[in-house]
Nanobody
Framework: QVQLVESGGGLVQVGGSLRLSCAAS????????MGWFRQAPGKEREFLAH????????YYADSVKGRFTISRDNAKNTIYLQMNSLKPEDTAVYYC????????????WGQGTQVTVSS
């Protein structure tokens, strides 16, 4: 089992920045690839960013590429999502998740943190 807890959400103005954190506990965190997702009211969950277990490989959804940066610190069992140039359409609940790379599925999820971008 892996337990994930997100933090860092809040209210920010258009064009502002936030950094989300996701702290992990339980099984060996460094063996998991990790991802960030979000879900806005009335919409499906949306993939945002992925990082390999070592942090050497990342990829992003087109909607956030160039604005968001995913990173991880395995010594701290934490991943981050740096969000810049925020837009009202970035308003959503943001989730981190741990991926079982052997099956390519995200098996563990955090409870989410709300991000609201005001215009």
């Amino acid at each position: 089992q892996v337990q994930l807890v997100e933090s860092g959400g809040g209210l920010v103005q258009v064009g502002g920045s936030l950094r989300l954190s996701c702290a992990a506990s339980g099984r060996t965190f460094s063996s998991y690839a990790m991802g960030w997702f979000r879900q806005a009211p009335g919409k499906e969950r949306e993939f945002l960013a992925h990082i390999s277990w070592s942090g050497s490989s990342t990829y992003y959804a087109d909607s956030v590429k160039g604005r968001f940066t995913i990173s991880r610190d395995n010594a701290k069992n934490t991943i981050y999502l740096q969000m810049n140039s925020l837009k009202p359409e970035d308003t959503a609940v943001y989730y981190c998740a741990a991926e079982d790379v052997s099956v390519g599925e995200f098996d563990y999820w955090g409870q989410g943190t709300q991000v609201t971008v005001s215009s």
